[in-house]
């Protein structure tokens, strides 16, 4: 499906909006690893290990979703993020009514 050039821009608004999202969760759930290590609940090698994980883990993530994005990738990784609970249906609002309903099918398979 060809986007328009306003359905392009709001696409790369969203992925942006739900990329940092993305990051916010990431450094949430790492300041959790050193909290709970700065509580004395986990020992220094145990924390390191989670840590580690976590960062690797969501690198891995970044890298499958956001390497190489094109514009022939935007509706997937929109309907990624909506399915991952990124964004919000809410959040394709701007975009047209057959982009949103191509989102929305991608991302319910």
């Given at each position: ?29 790492a300041d959790n ?44 990784v929109i309907a ?30």
């Open positions: 499906m060809e986007l328009s050039k306003k359905d392009k821009k709001k696409a790369r608004e969203i992925i942006e909006s739900g990329l940092q999202r993305e990051f916010f969760k990431a450094l949430s759930d690893i050193l909290s709970d290590w700065k509580a004395g609940n986990t020992d220094n090698p145990d924390t390191y290990h989670s840590l580690y994980k976590h960062i690797m883990d969501f690198d891995k993530l970044l890298a499958w979703r956001y390497d190489s994005l094109s514009g022939s990738k935007y509706l997937f990624g993020q909506l399915n991952d609970g990124v964004i919000t249906e809410n959040d394709l609002i701007e975009l047209s009514d057959d982009i949103q309903q191509a989102v929305k099918m991608i991302a319910n398979h």
